[in-house]
């Protein structure tokens, strides 16, 4: 038997009897119990070591074989607006959406059949078509919206008028009912 020297989340320095033929994973299995032994990274004088590398045997209470517990950091809230100069800016000048790049200024209103029929518009028939003329009120401006275009002014003198936009969904976001 060896003794090394091991220091397990900063705490005081302690020493461990081991076979000398011992590997990192054999270390791990003596210190913690079975279900913590992949929750620590293991370390001695500054470079990982392996789970099959060798236990190193010449440690002391100054320089002993360091476990650090691995903190499971959450993933970053998904984006909802892509960052400036990642993407094309929309030709509505519109705050693009961070997955498709299209405008994401506008909010959907409708209920969940609603939803599904403007999500299929590319399949839309002229009687589609002429039905959405009557039902621009799934769509209202979100705050802070940069978008140009103007859905709910039939008599807006703006070039970019729900008559001549809304027939045609491709630059507005439908990656999600937002």
């Not at 950091?73 to 299209?102: L, M, W």
């Not at 939803?115 to 399949?123: A, H």
Request: negative net charge; hydrophobic residues 25%; contains cysteine.
């Amino acid at each position: 038997m060896v003794k090394v020297w091991f220091q397990r989340d900063r705490n005081v320095p302690t020493k461990i009897n081991i076979d000398p033929d011992s590997d990192v994973d054999d270390l791990k299995q003596k210190i913690f119990d079975t279900t913590d032994i992949g929750q620590y990274l293991t370390t001695y004088n500054g470079k990982i070591l392996k789970l099959s590398g060798k236990v190193p045997q010449n440690t002391t209470d100054d320089m002993p074989i360091v476990f650090t517990k691995i903190v499971n950091v959450p993933p970053p809230e998904p984006q909802e607006f892509a960052e400036p100069g990642a993407c094309e800016e929309p030709y509505c000048q519109g705050r693009p959406c961070a997955k498709c790049h299209k405008c994401r200024d506008w909010h959907f209103t409708g209920n969940q059949k609603q939803w599904i029929w403007v999500c299929n518009y590319k399949n839309w028939r002229k009687v589609d078509t002429d039905r959405w003329h009557g039902v621009y009120d799934f769509f209202t401006k979100r705050h802070g919206a940069s978008c140009l275009y103007n859905y709910t002014d039939s008599d807006s003198d703006s070039p970019y008028n729900k008559d001549v936009y809304f027939t045609d969904f491709d630059h507005v976001c439908l990656c999600e009912k937002h």
